[in-house]
């Protein structure tokens, strides 16, 4: 079974700062997603970036970016210049990827980010 | 695009009742997946349906069930509620057949069982 764990309940950040959370996961699968969502107050789930298990190269979207470690089943993800929008619960998920089997998500407990002005 | 919408937003219902939860996918999209978020337990899978069909079941007992329509909409179902089902009930929907494509999700609907 494949479990996400994070273990930063809380962070805090200043304005115009940069803070990287964690994220560590585990499987025995090659082939599978990795994904950051970020959860404001509003409650809707919003994606903030994926990373595709196959690809060396660490994927970025902005002022996010994450440094995937496949062998260490690492993935953190990297804001910089934070802004006060980005105060949010971020979850990392895991995908497996099995040719259309499913789209399952298995999230961590989150990290809720706050950034202070 | 209208995104994905679920009603309601808020429920209370009594221990025992029964309670029909819905969602409507965006527009295209063939796969809908229900995750149940408790401060305890974070964000639990509970089934995904793809074209009526229900490819995909969490962990959860039989009380919790759902189904798929021909125009995607999806609903799920408690019946015999107990205190512990109080939690956000999230709806995504995805485009693809395949993984790794992008969930979006609905604002929830907040379920309180008293």
Same mark, same amino acid.
């Given at each position: 079974a494949q479990t996400v764990t994070q273990s930063q309940p809380e962070m805090s950040v200043q304005e115009a700062e940069t803070v990287t959370l964690s994220c560590t996961y585990d499987t025995s699968e090659n082939n599978y997603y990795l994904f950051w969502y970020k959860q404001p107050p509003s409650r809707q789930m919003i994606l903030v970036i994926r990373q595709e298990a196959y690809k060396q190269q660490n994927a970025t979207e902005n002022r996010f970016s994450v440094n995937f470690q496949k062998a260490a089943k690492s993935f953190s993800l990297k804001i910089s210049d934070?802004?006060? $929008?980005?105060?949010a619960m971020y979850f990392c998920a895991f995908m497996k990827q099995? $040719? $259309?089997a499913t789209n399952k998500l298995i999230f961590g407990t989150g990290t809720l980010l706050a950034v202070q002005p | 695009k209208a995104g994905v919408t679920q009603t309601p937003r808020y429920l209370i219902k009594t221990r025992g009742q029964q309670v029909t939860l819905s969602c409507s996918p965006i527009s295209g999209h063939r796969s809908v997946s229900w995750y149940q978020q408790t401060p305890g337990q974070g964000l639990q899978f509970l089934f995904e349906y793809f074209s009526e069909t229900q490819r995909n079941k969490g962990n959860?007992? *039989?009380?919790f069930s759902g189904r798929q329509f021909s125009n995607s909409r999806s609903e799920m179902n408690v019946s015999t509620?107990?205190?512990?089902?109080s939690a956000l009930y999230l709806c995504a929907s995805s485009? *693809?057949?395949?993984?790794g494509t992008e969930a979006f999700f609905g604002q929830g609907t907040r379920l309180t069982v008293v």
């Open positions: 934070s802004q006060l $929008g980005d105060t099995r $040719g $259309g | 959860f007992p *039989g009380r509620l107990e205190l512990g089902d485009a *693809g057949q395949g993984p």
